[in-house]
């Protein structure tokens, strides 16, 4: 006999399970919307809430916070030209100020309210009218004070306009400090080739520099004043007898008598070829020693730095500055004596094969010659030994 099933086990129709999901849902919505929900500040709410913590960080000089916050403010809510105002005045005080000129000039194009834009003109003559060399000092000033904002690089590229050789020295460190600060890739390799830029700067301007100091050598010999008691272009009668001790006499009118003797001239080779030789070897040896040691300094330097060894703050960026600038100097200066070293060891060689000079007492540019000149004493008639070169 078939045994019927149980009601309670029966399966209900499918509608009345989509009718008990449907309920449940509604009663979800109902109770979503009637607890309580924690409230969402929208994007002019947080502009407001950033622009509060911009001023009180301004009132506290705090300037570098000032302008972050300022400019975030800015971005949620660019109906408020007030906050790009409020950014370039932070700038302004950190000592960037090309950046603050670029902020304000836009707050006066955005802004409605003339009263307002014309409020800010007393800020905005001082940047315009702002020296390369003002806008430098500044930016400089800025990266002592303000070392968070990393103003390396653009204090390299201030230095830049300057262009002479110090201040392209300067550059080439502050982007060597900047480089070790990047972290995106794309901040690093623009730093990198304003690095290589200065760099190739500075030997340009190195070589010119030293093309001057060579051509300013290259000066007429001044010529020897006459012997005491010679007067220039006088006429001579009965020359002298070289090497006899015997001179004739003078004709009435001529002056002293001429020289009566004549020394034969040292040759080139003997002691202005070893004096040069010797100075040159010295300074180009002397000049490659600190080159070398330059380069170390250097290089030790660099690698100190970007381990921390210097730490935070001033003092240890200025610390890091001392040991480049002591660097440099030692590179440089290395390289300057082993040029000038160098050049003076080749002219020392090529004087001493040049052989002696073509006539006696008659010196070349670097020969000498000993001549004795007869001239008047308080007590008499006396000789005097010239040495021309």
Same mark, same amino acid.
């Given at each position: ?334 390289? /300057?004596? !082993?040029?000038?070293? @160098?050049?003076? %060891? +080749? ?5 001493? *094969?040049? #052989? &002696?000079?073509?006539?006696? /007492?008659? !010196?070349?540019?670097? @020969?000498?010659? %000993? +001549? ?5 004493? *308080?007590? #008499? &008639? ?5 040495? !021309?070169?």
């Amino acid at each position: 006999m078939r045994r019927g099933v149980p009601h309670c086990t029966r399966q209900l129709p499918r509608n009345v399970w989509q009718r008990l999901l449907a309920a449940m849902g509604a009663a979800s919505l109902v109770w979503a919307s009637a607890a309580p929900s924690p409230a969402w500040a929208g994007p002019v709410e947080e502009s407001a809430e950033l622009a509060q913590k911009g001023a009180a960080a301004f009132k506290n000089k705090q300037y570098y916070e000032a302008a972050t916050a300022f400019m975030q403010a800015y971005q949620f809510d660019k109906r408020d030209p007030k906050n790009l105002r409020y950014a370039g005045r932070a700038w302004q005080e950190i000592g960037h100020w090309q950046r603050a000129l670029n902020l304000l000039e836009r707050y006066v194009e955005v802004e409605p309210d003339e009263a307002l834009r014309t409020s800010i003109v007393d800020k905005l003559e001082p940047l315009r009218k702002a020296t390369p060399q003002q806008i430098l000092d500044a930016l400089l000033d800025a990266t002592k004070r303000f070392p968070e904002a990393q103003l390396e690089e653009e204090a390299a590229l201030a230095l830049e306009k300057i262009g002479d050789e110090a201040a392209l020295k300067k550059a080439e460190k502050f982007y060597e400090v900047a480089r070790l600060g990047a972290v995106q890739p794309n901040d690093r390799e623009r730093i990198e080739a304003g690095l290589k830029r200065v760099q190739s700067r500075l030997v340009e301007v190195q070589k010119q520099g030293q093309a001057t100091a060579w051509n300013g050598w290259n000066l007429p010999t001044p010529a020897l004043p006459p012997p005491a008691g010679v007067q220039p272009g006088a006429g001579q009668a009965g020359g002298a007898r070289a090497g006899t001790g015997q001179a004739s006499s003078a004709a009435p009118g001529d002056g002293a008598a001429a020289p009566i003797g004549i020394a034969k001239p040292a040759p080139r080779s003997s002691t202005a070829a070893w004096v040069l030789s010797g100075v040159g070897g010295v300074l180009a040896a002397g000049g490659a020693a600190a080159l070398f040691l330059g380069m170390n300094k250097g290089t030790q330097a660099n690698a100190d730095a970007k381990n921390g060894v210097y730490g935070t703050g001033d003092n240890g960026y200025d610390a890091y500055l001392t040991d480049k600038n002591t660097a440099d100097l030692l590179y440089w200066g290395g390289i /300057g004596g !082993a040029v000038l070293g @160098g050049g003076l %060891l +080749i002219t020392g060689i090529v004087v001493g *094969a040049s #052989g &002696p000079s073509q006539s006696p /007492g008659a !010196a070349g540019p670097l @020969g000498a010659g %000993l +001549i004795l000149v007869p001239c008047a004493t *308080a007590h #008499g &008639p006396g000789l005097t030994l010239h040495v !021309a070169f």
